[in-house]
């Protein structure tokens, strides 16, 4: 059974840190492409950052580039979203999700950047 838990979301001030943790079970992360997408309340979710698999090439959105950095620790099977520089307008739930030949997503955790 595959299982994605993310964690290490929270309430922090403009300008902080966050490094969100997706630990994953029942699959090998190097084999899939491994994604973080947020929603924000009223709209839509999307994609904040990807890593592929094998080689590990990474691609963000626009609004998170040089600020956010998607890494992947195969020995842990666990993928990381390093957010610096947060901004109010960061502030969503952050999903984690994987896609090879199925797809799973994670249960999400809570990101509130505010002063």
């Known amino acids: 059974q595959v299982q994605l838990v993310e964690s290490g979301g929270g309430l922090v001030q403009p300008g902080g840190s966050l490094r969100l943790s997706c630990a994953t079970s029942?699959?090998?992360?190097?084999?899939?492409?491994m994604s973080w997408y947020r929603q924000a309340p009223g709209k839509e979710r999307e994609l904040v950052a990807g890593?592929?698999?094998?080689?590990?090439?990474?691609n963000y959105a626009d609004s998170v580039k040089g600020r956010f950095t998607i890494s992947r620790d195969d020995a842990k099977n666990t993928v990381y979203l390093q957010m610096n520089s947060l901004k109010p307008e960061d502030t969503a739930v952050y999903y984690c999700?994987?896609?090879?030949?199925?797809?799973?997503w994670g249960q999400g955790t809570q990101v509130t950047v505010s002063s």
């Open positions: 029942g699959l090998t992360v190097s084999w899939f492409a």
């Open positions: 890593i592929s698999s094998y080689g590990g090439g990474t």
């Open positions: 999700y994987a896609r090879r030949l199925n797809s799973y």
